[in-house]
């Protein structure tokens, strides 16, 4: 009998060949949703261990993608180590891996090689650009596949000398990881349903971050034939101005504009033609917020806040990271926690983002030390 308190992947085996950050990053989330993920390292261990800064032999960003795991070395050219590979594919519920196309094949680690041995075995790939196609031996990186996308220049086009401009995070991976962990819980669900029998699951960074990037950008490219409407490019972005810092918000209804006219003390705004209606405020972005300006620069951050939330409006500070840490709700959602560690000390983690009304959800380890559980794991 379940117990319905649960974590909701408790009792799910997830063998990892993945290093880096996409692969991972869908390891660690489901690990917070209760599996066993035991990450397989090369014998140079996963390339993010080398990343500073460190606390010890354990670096900060090789934490936020792989608490709660279990680490095993494996060499998988090796043929002793590759069936130790195989013997632990043939006892999991899901594989991942962020390998080349092909390079699983080669090792006789397939998904055709495991599935006759374990039916209900969930294979699931990251790719760069996808397992065919001319691009597909090709290596990827985050700002590569930005930069192939789109993205970088659309974001250009609102800068003064419209160069290219990154998302600077590693946006592309993440994004590839929660769609993949999205890909395998249905899997798993369908595993449910269809008598126990598993499937492959497939994702690449370039359809994933298009997917998440593009339906904005991409409206004058929607409809295609010829007398289409276009519209110009519109920046819908704008930090303004405090006393002592930055704001920034979204006017959307009318009753938020002449909200956002009573906050910055601009009430002589109200009924300008510019602003009469959503659209205009729209085509009029920058000249809105600059008006707004000339009003919030004459206040402090805290009073802006303050008087934009008693008349509605949706605006928040530009917050450093330790404001972030330090925001009331934040601190009331328990949005991050430590841990407390008794080789690393004190160590500060994201919470999961998705609440259940009964599934408990238990975060209590750091990402493992480099074949910390290696005789646990293979000498069972």
């Not at 590693?170 to 962990?181: E, G, I, P, R, Y």
Request: proline share 6%.
């Amino acid at each position: 009998m379940i117990d319905p308190r649960d974590a909701p992947c408790k009792g799910v085996r997830i063998v990892e060949f993945a290093t880096m950050v996409s692969g991972p990053f869908a390891g660690q989330m489901l690990c917070d949703l209760g599996a066993e993920v035991i990450k397989i390292e090369p014998v140079s261990g996963d390339p993010m261990r080398a990343m500073h800064p460190k606390q010890g032999d354990l670096p900060a960003f090789f934490q936020q993608v792989n608490r709660n795991k279990k680490s095993v070395s494996l060499d998988l050219k090796d043929e002793a180590d590759r069936e130790a590979a195989r013997n632990l594919c043939l006892q999991a519920d899901v594989i991942i891996e962020n390998f080349r196309p092909d390079v699983m094949d080669r090792l006789g680690l397939s998904y055709e090689s495991l599935r006759g041995d374990n039916p209900g075995l969930i294979f699931a790939s990251i790719t760069g650009y996808g397992s065919e196609g001319p691009y597909k031996d090709r290596p990827a990186y985050d700002h590569v596949i930005q930069g192939l996308v789109g993205v970088m220049d659309d974001f250009g086009q609102y800068s003064d000398d419209k160069a290219p401009v990154p998302v600077r995070n590693f946006l592309v991976d993440k994004v590839a990881s929660t769609t993949l962990t999205q890909g395998i819980l249905a899997a798993l669900l369908a595993r449910e349903r269809n008598g126990g029998t598993g499937q492959t699951v497939s994702v690449s960074l370039l359809e994933a971050y298009a997917a998440l990037m593009l339906p904005a950008i991409m409206i004058n490219h929607t409809f295609q034939n010829e007398d289409a409407e276009r519209i110009r490019k519109i920046d819908m972005y704008h930090p303004i101005r405090t006393q002592d810092g930055y704001v920034i918000g979204h006017i959307q209804t009318d009753a938020q504009f002449e909200g956002m006219c009573r906050t910055a003390d601009r009430d002589e705004l109200i009924g300008d033609e510019r602003f009469k209606d959503a659209w205009s405020r729209m085509t009029h972005y920058e000249s809105l917020w600059a008006e707004m300006e000339k009003g919030t620069s004459k206040q402090d951050t805290r009073t802006v806040i303050e008087k934009a939330a008693k008349y509605g409006v949706p605006l928040a500070p530009v917050n450093t990271i330790d404001d972030f840490f330090s925001d009331p709700q934040v601190r009331y959602n328990k949005t991050w926690f430590d841990i407390e560690d008794p080789d690393y000390g004190t160590i500060r983690n994201l919470c999961y983002p998705v609440r259940f009304g009964t599934s408990q959800i238990r975060i209590e380890h750091r990402a493992p030390r480099f074949c910390e559980h290696q005789d646990e794991i293979l000498n069972k």
